[in-house]
């Protein structure tokens, strides 16, 4: 299994930004496809993004245009880049991968509030 942690959360103002990581152990990501997901309260997880092993990107049409999904396959870490921030993205955050089986970490908590 792999581990995940997750890092970078804060409160913000809307139209913020924030940098969240997501650094893994217990194997190798480099050949998975990861996600990024969120789960806001009273709400089911969701995949917001996603990114395959060869780079290429996938994104939830809510955070197009305003989040971006990276790979540091060197660092064993994902990371997702959060811009103009709006209060509906208030949620707390997770890495995993998008094959099932490996547990959830703790995440990290974003808010958006003026």
């Known amino acids: 299994q792999v581990q995940f942690v997750e890092s970078g959360g804060g409160l913000v103002q809307p139209g913020g930004s924030l940098r969240l990581s997501c650094a893994a152990s217990?194997?190798?990501?480099?050949?998975?496809?990861m996600g990024w997901y969120r789960q806001a309260p009273g709400k089911q997880r969701e995949l917001v993004a996603y990114?395959?092993?060869?780079?290429?990107?996938n994104y939830v049409d809510s955070v197009k245009g305003r989040f971006t999904i990276s790979r540091d396959n060197a660092r064993n870490t994902v990371y997702l880049q959060l811009n103009s921030l709006k209060p509906e993205d208030t949620a707390v955050y997770y890495c995993n991968t998008l094959a099932p089986g490996n547990s959830w970490g703790q995440g990290t908590q974003v808010t958006v509030s003026s």
């Open positions: 217990g194997r190798i990501i480099s050949t998975y496809s």
């Open positions: 990114i395959r092993s060869d780079g290429s990107t």
